[in-house]
């Protein structure tokens, strides 16, 4: 059922306290059309209350046990959808401009599917095999050597003279200064790290080199074919994905996984999460994204699964 952001207000006026992880508890300024009118017309009220099967999907949306949050930003798309679990039930709540659609998840895999390949494609091949787990240091100096890389790349194709050899130095000098919107700046608003100061920066090009990412780094960095055929077909990142999921049923570990996820191709997808072992980089098939996000819009309980 869609709702204005005015009618989603008007409902809230219902519940006088919310988790505040609820949709009550973020909601937006309200706009456009709504009353208490155009409610009761939508059967949702009657006399002024609720009417029962209305009271219980704004009940899990109010008080929910688990939430899933998804975002998908592409050039002028910005694709919000959250879904609101309690027990086996699940809500999905949509955001469309101005508006609020809310229904039953079971009734939408399928459509949002569909959607979403819209968006990322349907592709079962991916040109990079990266996978690997990194400390804090070398995902940071991976991150910076796939944005000169890219940086360089990019410069060629517009006839611009930029050095193909970049020394340890003015690797410092350069991961100091993320490029917009680069692969080092999604990195850093996903983990909060700070950046590696020189020494920093030799532990995490000597972790690299072990991984067979970078060749040598002592004086001038030569850095590994797979790593320069990565940042290639990395070129122009499009999209970001974001995915979190929170268990309320556990207090001491409420945001159960978050991952950010960068295309710039069908093809050419990278995810980006934190385990126990530090931060997982791995390319993805287009499929294996839709597949992710749909895993985390089904809203599983992960401490639930952790503690059996």
Known sequence: ????????????????????????????????????????????????????????????????????????????????????????????????????????????????????????????????LLKQTFNAEELLCF?????????????????????????FNEFVSFIKEPLNNGILSQVLNLTKLPIPNESGCKKGLAGLKKKFLVESYQDDIVIDKSTVLFAINFLVPNTTITLELYDLTNSKKILTAKEKIIQ???????????????YLAESLTS?????????YLSGPSLNNANAN
């Open 1 to 128: 059922m869609e709702f204005t952001l005015k009618e989603i207000h008007l409902l809230k006026e219902h519940y006088s306290d919310v988790s505040a992880y609820s949709l009550f508890n973020k909601l937006p300024a309200p706009k456009g059309e709504g009353s208490l009118e155009t409610l009761e017309k939508k059967q949702v009220l009657e006399d002024g209350q609720i009417v029962p099967a209305m009271k219980n999907v704004l009940d899990i949306i109010a008080f929910p046990e688990i939430v899933a949050h998804f975002q998908l930003k592409q050039l002028e798309v910005n694709m919000v959808k959250n879904v609101y679990g309690v027990g086996k039930q699940r809500i999905l709540v949509e955001f469309h401009r101005d508006s609020v659609i809310i229904s039953t998840y079971e009734t939408e895999i399928e459509s949002l599917r569909t959607e979403i390949a819209n968006h990322v494609g349907a592709s079962f091949q991916k040109h990079s």
């Open 143 to 167: 991150a910076a050597l796939v944005d000169w890389l890219r940086r360089v790349t990019l410069g060629k194709l517009l006839n611009q003279e930029l050095t193909t050899k970049l020394s």
């Open 264 to 278: 710039a191709t069908p093809k050419d997808i990278l995810s980006l999460s934190a385990n126990a072992e530090g």
């Open 287 to 295: 499929t294996e994204v839709i597949s992710k996000i749909m895993a």
